[in-house]
């Protein structure tokens, strides 16, 4: 009695076209799965090594609409006369008109709520940074871009602050690069 190898080996060579155009349709289904499952595979991965280029960031920005209404709050408060409440400054001109303005508190997300949202679980570090300043360049020397035209450029540069350097947006994502030296920390000063 046959077994079933010996009948499959001697219909393999009866019929040769047959089991050609079998073994061709094997291969092609089998090479789309393979590549359908390593297609996923390099999907999952990138997704994950996005993930980790990127973080899992959030940005707190100061609320315009929320500052408005704040200075509304804080005139109605302070009615019709000179005077601060809470960074909100109202002063009287001299044609009688008032002038309302904040003062760099007003205007700054409070230090308490960062470190009420960095409390939350999960949340490993944040990062704060001050508005882009521009100084003139004292004790350092400035880099200068040879791509860019500085004919009326007056010699100056932007200070923006950071508590931690390494987690700025422009950092992380490549834009600013640190040719010579290393990122100042947290306690550092006049370095």
Aim: charged share 25%; no cysteine; hydrophobic share 40%.
């Amino acid at each position: 009695m046959m077994n079933v190898f010996q009948r499959g080996i001697r219909s393999i060579f009866r019929k040769p076209v047959k089991s050609i155009l079998l073994l061709i349709v094997v291969v092609v289904i089998s090479s789309f799965f393979m590549a359908g499952l390593a297609g996923q595979s390099a999907n999952i991965k990138t997704q994950d090594a996005t993930r980790q280029a990127v973080g899992a960031t959030f940005r707190l920005e100061v609320n315009e609409m929320n500052s408005q209404k704040r200075g509304e709050e804080a005139s109605k408060i302070l009615g019709n006369k000179e005077g601060e409440y809470n960074g909100y400054v109202q002063k009287q001109m001299p044609d009688g008109a008032w002038l309302s303005t904040g003062d760099n508190s007003f205007y700054t997300i409070r230090q308490a709520d960062v470190q009420k949202i960095a409390e939350v679980d999960g949340i490993e570090a944040y990062n704060l940074i001050t508005v882009s300043t521009p100084v003139n360049p004292v004790n350092f020397k400035r880099i200068e871009n040879p791509d860019v035209d500085q004919s009326s450029d007056l010699g100056g540069v932007n200070v923006r602050g950071n508590r931690i350097m390494e987690m700025d947006m422009d950092v992380a994502s490549g834009k600013i690069k640190l040719v010579e030296g290393r990122m100042i920390k947290e306690n550092e000063t006049d370095v």
